[in-house]
């Protein structure tokens, strides 16, 4: 066997401002200030070639913070799969919009502020959407079928249009869609109709070219007030939450045993607690918090994995995540790759400094709580 010391290829990496990959050898130390710098890895995609437009796709989603979620940007790989060169893939965002969709594969885009945003606007999000419609002349209306949001509003639109509609696909092919039946066991097909409902996860998001990303002008017309109040929303404890609803969840694997100091990290951040498969079997969390292909799929803006080593089944469940952060004292396990932030480290001790860094810290808005209290 040969004497030289090779690095495993799969350990985590990092890219270089010059686009050069450098694997992560998981040094200790203070990182220091850290710098980010732009990386013009999508612009190497080649452009989707757009001839003529003959017709339109139309992808709707629901923006937050600025951003678009996963299920949202598989709605517009779909689009993009089953658009031709002729077929540019318009995208309406309802919400802000402060990221570029051209490496998703949009090649038109239009943002409407005034919706969205976590108000409850039916009326205006339907006459906004068939209004579009009516301009554009989509040949089909993707969407992803979020069980609030985006998923209710398609299903207003098709029945106000009196259009075709087929919800939770899981399966699309450039002539048919299928969802599931029987609990699963077998598929329900037919051609494609107007509406297109995606169930996150139908479609991978990775495409190997880009589309245009072009903004497109838009103004919303003034809507009369319809039937619905939006009466706000009302603050939930973050751990009474379903974990498919939770915007923040604090997961814990085989790496940890002190199960009251996860409730208190999960606690500080108004999280919901989650955990893997071996924890869960080890019986530190009941069933219904367990997180992967045998326990629920997760939405989350972030989920923090401690402890996690990363399984197949647990990455599948955490696929639609935004933001992933790992706290592993392992840098080559499987999460670290996922992962956007990895933390290599004793999880007890990380957990810990949370704990104590995180009470002497006056968060914004705390003194205002506090005055509530008192008043």
Not at 200 to 223: Q, T
Not at 270 to 278: D, E, F, L, N, T
Not at 296 to 309: C, E, F, N, P, W
């Amino acid at each position: 066997m040969s004497g030289t010391r090779r690095i495993n290829p799969r350990r985590p990496f990092r890219i270089t401002p010059e686009g050069i990959r450098r694997i992560v050898l998981g040094e200790e130390g203070d990182a220091g200030e850290i710098a980010l710098s732009p990386v013009a890895m999508a612009s190497s995609k080649p452009l989707r070639l757009v001839g003529e437009a003959t017709a339109n796709l139309l992808v709707v989603a629901h923006s937050d913070r600025g951003a678009l979620d996963a299920p949202a940007r598989e709605a517009i790989a779909a689009a993009a799969i089953l658009a031709d060169p002729a077929t540019p893939v318009l995208v309406l965002v309802l919400g802000d919009l402060a990221e570029d969709l051209g490496p998703f594969g949009a090649d038109r885009i239009l943002a409407v502020p005034e919706c969205g945003n976590g108000a409850f606007l039916p009326d205006l999000e339907v006459s906004v959407l068939s209004d579009v419609i009516d301009r554009f002349q989509p040949r089909h209306v993707l969407m992803p079928d979020s069980p609030t949001g985006t998923g209710d509003l398609g299903r207003r639109a098709a029945a106000a249009l009196d259009a075709e509609i087929a919800t939770h696909v899981v399966e699309l092919k450039t002539d048919s869609v299928a969802c599931n039946r029987q609990g699963g066991t077998v598929l329900a097909r037919r051609g494609l109709p107007r509406f297109i409902l995606l169930d996150p996860g139908a479609i991978d998001a990775a495409l190997p070219f880009r589309g245009a990303g072009k903004r497109l002008d838009y103004a919303a017309h003034a809507v009369a007030p319809g039937l619905y109040r939006d009466l706000g929303l009302k603050p939930v404890a973050g751990a009474a939450l379903p974990l498919e609803e939770a915007d923040f969840i604090v997961a814990a694997g085989n790496g940890v045993r002190d199960v009251p100091t996860v409730e208190a990290v999960a606690d500080l951040f108004g999280a919901a607690i989650g955990a893997s498969r071996v924890a869960v079997d080890d019986g530190r969390f009941p069933k219904d918090k367990q997180v992967g292909a045998t326990g629920k799929t997760v939405q989350a803006s972030v989920y923090m994995a401690i402890g996690i080593s990363g399984a197949v089944q647990h990455l599948q469940g955490i696929r639609a995540c935004r933001h992933v952060i790992a706290i592993n004292s392992d840098a080559s396990a499987p999460i670290a790759r996922r992962a956007d932030l990895t933390i290599v480290a004793d999880a007890q001790a990380v957990m810990q400094a949370l704990v104590s860094e995180t009470a002497r810290r006056n968060w914004p808005g705390d003194a205002a709580d506090e005055a509530r209290a008192d008043g």
